[in-house]
Nanobody
Framework: QVQLVESGGRLVQTGGSLRLSCAAS????????MGWFRQAPGKEREFVAH????????YYADSVKGRFTISRDSAKNTVFLEMNSLKPEDTAVYYC????????????WGQGTQVTVSS
């Protein structure tokens, strides 16, 4: 019943900015961790960032630290990923995911949105 729908991906120039959105529905997400992952062609899916819904604690992969910001709007049940100073290596399909704080594995996933950074 949980649904995660990403949007906002598009073609952008190197150095540009983009904001991705993840609309979450199906339940209240208190007690959940919301994450962003990405997968580039020929590569494994990798962690980008997560936010703990209840306390707003954010954590980032080293590759995006200082450039990306994850946030949430509790009233709208929406998670955002603000992407700045984009590089060609940021090109990937970006996925939104969710898990209970007490669980080790993300078990809800969105369909992905394509981000392409041109050099």
């Amino acid at each position: 019943q949980v649904q995660l729908v990403e949007s906002g991906g598009r073609l952008v120039q190197t150095g540009g900015s983009l904001r991705l959105s993840c609309a979450a529905s199906g339940r209240t997400f208190s007690g959940y961790v919301m994450g962003w992952f990405r997968q580039a062609p020929g590569k494994e899916r990798e962690f980008v960032a997560h936010i703990v819904w209840n306390n707003n604690y954010a954590y980032y992969a080293d590759s995006v630290k200082g450039r990306f910001t994850i946030s949430r709007d509790s009233a709208k049940n929406t998670v955002f990923l603000e992407m700045n100073s984009l590089k060609p290596e940021d090109t990937a399909v970006y996925y939104c995911a969710a898990r209970l704080v007490i669980m080790p594995k993300y078990n809800y996933w969105g369909q992905g949105t394509q981000v392409t950074v041109s050099s």
